[in-house]
């Protein structure tokens, strides 16, 4: 008689009470590893590829449509886990299909990209990381993995942590900005949101950082496209977010479809060995991107699909993403001694452990509770997080007098309001790229936003033209309701679908004919707030020097026209500070705060110096930029000692007054530069910040301190070492206007 999922769960049970099994640490016990090694040993070889494959449940969007052959594939214990697979009655049904109906009843994994949210949609992670509020990032996090893990998954591909300096690429959407240190940050806080403390709670769900390694910095900006830097930027710039991802537990790493170094990553033994396994120490899952493996034929790395298989495997590749290379070949591999079965056996062991740490052997319907998943989905939990996280997200970027008076916020007393653009009155667009299964009907638009907060006021709507092509027949309607109207709200940018993934754009400013319709409203002379709603920094020169007021809301999901209505009214005043640099046009890019200096740093004086012609060195916005509707001044810059040992701690210490009229939030941020290095050092470092609540007139104190841990790169030979040398250090609310001061770091404290 087959082994039953009961049968399982009693010897696990009887191991954990044996041995005090604690859910809460990743690495095993002897008790959990007992149980797998039992479990494999009586395993075939085709049953072990099966935990090494996973296909998708091709979901349609009238619902599920698992192909039949997959269902037999799980019932031969061939197919051990499922992507796209939604709802606690669908899911369950393919759960009773693993552990009713296959000879050893191994549950099933279901992961899904839940990216920003699952039914409820959040701010897209762009949007969110420019709260810089670790805090309610984490809650963002904590609560997609609740609604989603109510729906039966129980595994997310998220979060993207790709370091990206370059806005053509579409996929920035999906990260954290430009910044390593700020970015290292949000990695960690989303892991800890998602696993929290016990991943076998069924209001958590394992993660999976990605794209390992160096994803966000394809040539030219072109999605999947080639990536080829040194080894010392990659480990300065793109590799700290994934170390604190897997420092802060991370159940599963993806790799990524790029190559580094003319190696695609699914089969680079550097970065899966080398770095992944022995420097870092990670003992989880790796999975492939989707079909990641299949790709390394065209890339030129494989001979074929069974060759590209025995590279992945041998780079440590645990689980084959939807390509069934390891499915249609591993087998063959291992017959004619290719493939290494003691490989094959570190991956399954790897995939059980995780389902062990899920609860899934002990009850592999922990997450399929119908009474759960109709209570969290949409609740008023999930959408009073949403407004709040939409709020914190919106970036003021400009509010200059009009005819002597801000725009905004709003008077109370406006009486017609034109609201024009094509994400006026928009629903789906607004929960912007990677938006999972949102539910469209909820979404909050701008104008019902602003109709709630301003009902005595007129709003008349215009779509005015649309995301592409040429069609100018709505221009005339904008106007007319323009000409009308007290003020004028411009509701312009992209669509979901023009940014996020393959929506990589070579230009980068508004698009179709948005440009020219701004240029018409602007020329009716009526007061122009500019509400930019996008997936990526786009390129608003023309716009910056023509419209008083700039508010850059991206695509914030469910809530969203509430949290535009609550910033422009001024019932939240904006907080946001970019996380990533504005460019002024698409040929400046990448465009970036830690820049280094040439050997002729700019200077307008002398044509031989590293500049353009056509347009200067700096960003339209620079990292850390965001107005609020207040005022803050930053004095007294001090420092505890301008010499400090190497194991001394440097206090530094500013004040910072709300000069304003309004209650604000700011986010006093800390920079620092090595003057002079062993190899050349950036022109400044994010190395702090502290958000800090003031009233009118009041003022406070922040301090931060920095150890040389915190000033420590990496040396010719690749060692990471802190120097002793000149510093500069630097502060203030964005990272080009600062308050500087010097100090010196030395072998010795004095």
């Not at 984490?138 to 990206?164: H, Q």
């Not at 076998?200 to 999976?208: G, N």
């Not at 990471?720 to 502060?731: D, I, K, W, Y």
């Amino acid at each position: 008689m087959k082994p039953s999922w009961l049968h399982f769960a009693f010897l696990f049970l009887m191991a954990c009470n044996q041995n005090n099994i604690n859910r809460d640490n990743q690495s095993p016990t002897a008790a959990e590893d007992q149980f797998i090694d039992s479990l494999v040993s009586e395993m075939t070889l085709e049953e072990k590829i099966g935990q090494m494959t996973l296909l998708t449940s091709d979901w349609a969007v009238t619902g599920p449509t698992l192909r039949e052959e997959y269902r037999e594939d799980i019932r031969k214990g061939l197919a051990g886990n499922i992507f796209n697979a939604l709802t606690v009655e669908y899911n369950r049904e393919l759960q009773r299909l693993a552990v009713e109906e296959t000879r050893l009843g191994i549950p099933l994994l279901f992961g899904y990209d839940i990216i920003h949210g699952y039914k409820t949609i959040f701010p897209i992670p762009l949007a969110e990381a420019c709260s810089w509020d670790t805090t309610m990032i984490y809650e963002s996090a904590r609560l997609a993995a609740k609604e989603g893990a109510a729906a039966g998954v129980n595994w997310t591909f998220n979060p993207m942590v790709d370091i990206s300096m370059d806005p053509r690429w579409g996929r920035i959407a999906e990260g954290a900005g430009e910044d390593p240190y700020l970015g290292s940050l949000i990695a960690a806080a989303k892991v800890n949101g998602y696993q929290d403390s016990d991943l076998s709670d069924p209001e958590t769900m394992a993660a999976c950082v990605k794209h390992f390694a160096a994803y966000g910095a394809p040539e030219g900006g072109r999605d999947y496209g080639t990536v080829d830097m040194s080894e010392r930027r990659l480990r300065e710039t793109f590799l700290p977010p994934y170390k604190a991802a897997v420092d802060a537990g991370v159940a599963t790493v993806m790799t990524a479809f790029n190559e580094l170094d003319g190696v695609p990553a699914t089969g680079s033994k550097f970065l899966f060995k080398d770095i992944l396994r022995d420097e870092w120490d990670f003992n989880g899952l790796v999975v492939t991107d989707y079909t990641a493996i299949n790709e390394m034929v065209p890339h030129g790395f494989a001979m074929d699909l069974k060759h590209a298989g025995e590279l992945a495997l041998d780079a440590g590749i645990d689980m084959d993403m939807q390509g069934a290379v390891y499915y249609d070949f591993l087998k063959e591999s291992v017959e004619e001694g290719t493939a290494s079965i003691e490989k094959i056996d570190q991956a399954v062991i790897r995939v059980l452990r995780l389902k062990q740490r899920l609860g899934l052997f002990d009850d592999p319907y922990l997450y399929l509770d119908s009474a759960r998943e109709n209570r969290v989905i949409l609740s008023s939990e999930m959408m009073e997080h949403a407004l709040e996280a939409g709020k914190k997200s919106i970036v003021l970027l400009k509010n200059d007098p009009f005819i002597g008076q801000k725009l905004l916020p709003l008077s109370e007393n406006i009486n017609r309001i034109a609201l024009i653009g094509p994400l006026a009155d928009n629903q789906e667009d607004l929960l912007g790229t990677w938006h999972a299964s949102g539910v469209i009907d909820s979404v909050v638009t701008v104008r019902q936003g602003l109709e709630q907060r301003f009902p005595n006021a007129t709003i008349e709507v215009a779509q005015g033209a649309g995301f592409t092509g040429e069609d100018r027949s709505g221009f005339n309607e904008a106007i007319r309701i323009a000409r009308n109207a007290d003020l004028l709200i411009a509701a312009v940018g992209e669509n979901y679908q023009q940014s996020g993934e393959a929506a990589s754009r070579s230009e980068i400013g508004l698009p179709g004919v948005q440009q020219a319709l701004m240029e018409e409203l602007v020329a009716t002379g009526k007061p122009v707030i500019a509400l930019v709603m996008a997936g990526r920094p786009l390129v608003l020169d023309w716009i910056d020097q023509n419209v008083p007021a700039i508010v850059n809301a991206w695509h914030l999901g469910t809530r969203m026209g509430d949290a535009v209505a609550a910033v422009l009214s001024g019932d939240y005043n904006p907080s946001g500070k970019l996380v990533v640099s504005f460019p002024r046009n698409a040929g400046q890019i990448p465009v970036y705060y830690y820049m280094k200096n040439t050997g002729r740093p700019f200077d307008p004086e002398n044509k031989y110096t590293s500049k353009y012609l056509d347009v200067s060195n700096q960003p339209l916005y620079p990292f850390g930029y965001g107005l609020s509707y207040t005022t803050f001044e930053y004095d007294n810059l001090s420092l505890n000692s301008a010499e400090v040992g190497m194991d001394q701690l440097l206090e530094v210490s500013v004040s910072v007054k709300n000069t304003g009229e309004y209650a604000g939030e700011e986010t006093v941020q800390l920079y620092t530069r090595d003057l002079v290095g062993s190899v050349t050092r950036p022109v400044k470092e994010l190395k702090g910040f502290q958000k800090v609540y003031l009233e009118p007139g009041e003022s406070e104190v922040v301090t931060f301190r920095l150890t040389s841990g915190d000033l420590k790169f990496y040396n010719q030979d690749l060692e990471l070492v802190a120097e002793p040398g000149e510093f500069r250090v630097m502060t203030g609310g964005n990272s080009e206007e600062l308050l500087e001061a010097t100090f010196n770091l030395v072998e010795q404290g004095s």
